[in-house]
């Protein structure tokens, strides 16, 4: 793992200074620290007709730290990039209606379609790089955007199918009841089946209040399911779309 | 600024906006059938004969038992309530004769993908031997989504007194309850099936098994071989395990004694729920039986489960329960050895008994505690020629 953070870093600092860059243009060199707070979800793009509603999102410590980066090509054109900490966590209450879905607990499966709550929780600690394309709209805003790759450090994909029936295999198979009590329901968990890598898109836009401080918002769409294709329990494919809205600190 | 609104719109889009119109039902179940009608009642021993409710999501074969198949009226309508939106052929409440045996029903589901065929059969008696020598076994095949096929032996009784060739399937096992988990097994694999190894003929082989990581997980970690007359309902085994077996069936005529054979081995080591070991505790086979009045006072129909035999010292408190036979023990054996019990308890009303209002519930588990998930794997119970002994 230490060694694929270091291959990012590489990359991040790679861009930076093996870009035709003279020591002049080196000096224009924009650096920001920032954090921010992300909301979004890990969710299947469009919700399929199988989820008949959202019943409660809580919000969880999606934090993000980092640096980023921004060489100005021309006068109005730059690249950025950076390393950012963060967490695309997620705790939602679905409601669904034949929706499928299978417990899997050593070489035992049970599948079926699920009527009833599930209350879905994704935990997804990485390290984001992102590739930016720079856009400066006036001396104090700035657009920007492009692709970026996340490697998760810690992630987590859990949850309990509660309050309903199962349909095992088919809409005509055993109906299973589910309770509402821990016993009752049935829980599940993916965690060491999700992906290690992620690749997406962000857009967003710096905007300088002050002489050093400033606020962002970004939107990072994922282009890749949370899962590898070939992970057929989830039927799904799971996209983690979240907005981040930051503060940055320029340092130079 | 105009930015962060639009991604918070693009969130709130796909979080809520994006829901979609609501599918079309996929099921087609009976949930319900009945007859209905004073011009009916007659044909009937009891009026809570005439309602089916509640039945199994696992369930074919709907059976209403009545006096006498040759005093039927040749047309009779049966009502159903089914899945909302779903079809049913022949119509509800459309007027079928039930002399000539099973009638088939299919049940379309509203989306129209899916159907289920229901074989609706009179019947004239809920048990129709006084001998059980478990030669009547069907396999039934199962194809598992995820590949492969579950196959299970389900054994029924033919009724010798009257003419009907119907099979009655008066027998439940767990089996169904651990073939959730399984994808690929023969009859040989579960936890109860037909050995060729009876005392006469065949016989029944229960045998006290591992339910897996799942069932561990579950805190179901064994599944006890076990063989009752009445009906094992799947809804109930992962919410509620002891209201998935229902035990009894209805009966004419008021046992005395039960008689059969059995050989047993306990397992090696007694486990808990949490498969925490016993190592002084042994696991011990069961046959217990229980008569028991099978309306109660406000003239529902009822039936014992597993909940009300979880102390079998306190099943003849229950208001219900008239009469109960236990065989006081079972000690390990390789060779087929006879065992008797006889009814302790109150004296059943005569006139009740004969118009079916008693049900029998006649057991075999291959660990007593089955139920509570306690036993020792490997613990195997034979069982064969179980013969019951009427008031005269």
Same mark, same amino acid.
């Given at each position: 793992?230490?060694?694929?953070?270091?291959?990012?870093?590489?990359?991040?600092?790679?861009?930076?200074?093996?870009?035709?860059?003279?020591?002049?243009?080196?000096?224009?060199?924009?650096?920001?620290?920032?954090?921010?707070?992300?909301?979004?979800?890990?969710?299947?793009?469009?919700?399929?007709?199988?989820?008949?509603?959202?019943?409660?999102?809580?919000?969880?410590?999606?934090?993000?730290?980092?640096?980023?980066?921004?060489?100005?090509?021309?006068?109005?054109?730059?690249?950025?990039?950076?390393?950012?900490?963060?967490?695309?966590?997620?705790?939602?209450?679905?409601?669904?209606?034949?929706?499928?879905?299978?417990?899997?607990?050593?070489?035992?499966?049970?599948?079926?379609?699920?009527?009833?709550?599930?209350?879905?929780?994704?935990?997804?600690?990485?390290?984001?790089?992102?590739?930016?394309?720079?856009?400066?709209?006036?001396?104090?805003?700035?657009?920007?955007?492009?692709?970026?790759?996340?490697?998760?450090?810690?992630?987590?994909?859990?949850?309990?199918?509660?309050?309903?029936?199962?349909?095992?295999?088919?809409?005509?198979?055993?109906?299973?009841?589910?309770?509402?009590?821990?016993?009752?329901?049935?829980?599940?968990?993916?965690?060491?089946?999700?992906?290690?890598?992620?690749?997406?898109?962000?857009?967003?836009?710096?905007?300088?209040?002050?002489?050093?401080?400033?606020?962002?918002?970004?939107?990072?769409?994922?282009?890749?399911?949370?899962?590898?294709?070939?992970?057929?329990?989830?039927?799904?494919?799971?996209?983690?779309?979240?907005?981040?809205?930051?503060?940055?600190?320029?340092?130079? | 600024?105009?930015?962060?609104?639009?991604?918070?719109?693009?969130?709130?889009?796909?979080?809520?906006?994006?829901?979609?119109?609501?599918?079309?039902?996929?099921?087609?179940?009976?949930?319900?059938?009945?007859?209905?009608?004073?011009?009916?009642?007659?044909?009937?021993?009891?009026?809570?004969?005439?309602?089916?409710?509640?039945?199994?999501?696992?369930?074919?074969?709907?059976?209403?038992?009545?006096?006498?198949?040759?005093?039927?009226?040749?047309?009779?309508?049966?009502?159903?309530?089914?899945?909302?939106?779903?079809?049913?052929?022949?119509?509800?409440?459309?007027?079928?004769?039930?002399? !000539?045996?099973?009638?088939?029903?299919?049940?379309? +589901?509203? =989306? /129209? #993908?899916?159907? %289920?065929?229901?074989?609706?059969?009179? @019947?004239?008696?809920?048990?129709?031997?006084?001998?059980?020598?478990?030669?009547?076994?069907?396999?039934?095949?199962?194809?598992?989504?995820?590949?492969?096929?579950?196959?299970?032996?389900?054994?029924?009784?033919?009724?010798?007194?009257?003419?009907?060739?119907?099979?009655?399937?008066?027998?439940?096992?767990?089996?169904?309850?651990?073939?959730?988990?399984?994808?690929?097994? !023969?009859?040989?694999?579960?936890?109860?099936?037909? +050995?060729? =190894? /009876? #005392?006469?003929? %065949?016989?029944?082989?229960?045998?006290? @098994?591992?339910?897996?990581?799942?069932?561990?997980?579950?805190?179901?970690?064994?599944?006890?071989?076990?063989?009752?007359?009445?009906?094992?309902?799947?809804?109930?085994?992962?919410?509620?395990?002891?209201?998935?077996?229902?035990?009894?069936?209805?009966?004419?005529?008021?046992?005395?004694?039960?008689?059969?054979?059995?050989?047993?081995?306990?397992?090696?080591?007694?486990?808990?729920?949490?498969?925490?070991?016993?190592?002084?505790?042994? =696991?011990?086979?069961?046959?217990?039986?229980?008569?028991?009045?099978?309306?109660?006072?406000?003239?529902?129909?009822?039936?014992?489960?597993?909940?009300?035999?979880?102390?079998?010292?306190?099943?003849?408190?229950?208001?219900?329960?008239?009469?109960?036979?236990?065989?006081?023990?079972?000690?390990?054996?390789?060779?087929?050895?006879?065992?008797?019990?006889?009814?302790?308890?109150?004296?059943?009303?005569?006139?009740?008994?004969?118009?079916?209002?008693?049900?029998?519930?006649?057991?075999?588990?291959?660990?007593?505690?089955?139920?509570?998930?306690?036993?020792?794997?490997?613990?195997?119970?034979?069982?064969?020629?179980?013969?019951?002994?009427?008031?005269?």
């Amino acid at each position: 793992m230490k060694k694929n953070i270091a291959y990012i870093i590489l990359i991040a600092t790679s861009l930076l200074i093996g870009s035709p860059a003279k020591a002049d243009t080196l000096d224009s060199l924009q650096l920001k620290a920032r954090m921010g707070y992300s909301i979004g979800g890990t969710a299947p793009i469009p919700l399929p007709e199988t989820i008949r509603s959202i019943e409660s999102y809580s919000l969880t410590p999606s934090f993000m730290v980092g640096f980023d980066a921004m060489l100005p090509l021309t006068q109005q054109w730059g690249i950025m990039t950076g390393l950012h900490f963060e967490n695309k966590g997620m705790k939602a209450t679905i409601t669904t209606k034949a929706y499928f879905m299978e417990v899997v607990k050593g070489d035992q499966k049970m599948a079926g379609l699920f009527t009833g709550h599930v209350e879905q929780k994704v935990k997804q600690w990485m390290l984001t790089v992102p590739v930016l394309a720079t856009f400066t709209l006036s001396r104090k805003v700035m657009l920007k955007g492009g692709p970026y790759v996340s490697f998760l450090l810690n992630k987590g994909f859990s949850g309990i199918a509660s309050d309903g029936y199962l349909r095992k295999d088919n809409p005509t198979g055993p109906k299973i009841l589910m309770g509402n009590r821990e016993g009752e329901w049935a829980t599940y968990d993916f965690d060491d089946d999700m992906r290690s890598l992620q690749f997406g898109i962000g857009i967003g836009v710096d905007w300088q209040v002050h002489k050093r401080i400033g606020v962002s918002a970004d939107l990072n769409w994922g282009l890749t399911g949370i899962f590898p294709s070939d992970f057929k329990t989830v039927e799904q494919t799971l996209y983690p779309v979240y907005g981040t809205i930051g503060v940055f600190y320029r340092l130079k | 600024m105009n930015k962060y609104i639009i991604f918070i719109g693009l969130c709130c889009y796909c979080m809520t906006s994006c829901i979609k119109d609501e599918a079309l039902n996929k099921e087609c179940d009976i949930e319900s059938a009945w007859v209905e009608g004073v011009e009916y009642e007659q044909y009937f021993y009891q009026t809570t004969e005439m309602r089916k409710e509640k039945i199994s999501s696992a369930e074919t074969n709907i059976v209403f038992f009545v006096r006498s198949i040759l005093s039927l009226s040749k047309q009779i309508p049966l009502n159903f309530k089914i899945t909302d939106g779903a079809t049913i052929e022949p119509a509800n409440g459309s007027m079928q004769d039930f002399t !000539k045996g099973t009638v088939a029903y299919t049940v379309t +589901s509203e =989306d /129209g #993908k899916w159907k %289920r065929t229901y074989n609706v059969t009179f @019947q004239e008696t809920s048990l129709p031997v006084q001998k059980f020598s478990f030669e009547h076994v069907e396999t039934r095949a199962e194809q598992t989504l995820l590949g492969g096929t579950n196959e299970i032996h389900v054994f029924y009784e033919k009724d010798i007194t009257s003419d009907s060739n119907e099979p009655n399937y008066c027998w439940a096992t767990g089996n169904p309850g651990l073939a959730l988990t399984m994808t690929d097994s !023969k009859p040989e694999d579960f936890p109860v099936y037909s +050995s060729t =190894d /009876g #005392k006469v003929g %065949r016989g029944v082989c229960l045998n006290t @098994q591992s339910a897996g990581a799942l069932g561990e997980w579950m805190k179901k970690p064994i599944a006890a071989g076990s063989l009752f007359l009445g009906k094992f309902v799947i809804d109930y085994v992962l919410s509620d395990a002891l209201k998935a077996t229902q035990f009894g069936v209805p009966n004419s005529k008021e046992p005395v004694r039960i008689t059969g054979w059995y050989k047993y081995q306990p397992g090696e080591k007694f486990t808990d729920k949490n498969m925490k070991e016993y190592p002084d505790r042994k =696991d011990e086979a069961s046959i217990y039986a229980v008569y028991y009045r099978n309306t109660d006072d406000q003239g529902e129909s009822y039936i014992l489960d597993g909940h009300d035999m979880e102390d079998l010292d306190k099943v003849l408190d229950n208001p219900q329960v008239y009469k109960m036979a236990r065989v006081a023990s079972l000690p390990a054996t390789d060779t087929w050895t006879q065992w008797e019990m006889f009814f302790e308890g109150r004296d059943a009303p005569d006139d009740i008994v004969a118009a079916q209002g008693f049900n029998l519930a006649l057991v075999f588990s291959s660990s007593k505690s089955g139920a509570q998930f306690e036993g020792a794997i490997g613990s195997t119970l034979y069982v064969d020629e179980v013969e019951v002994s009427y008031v005269k």
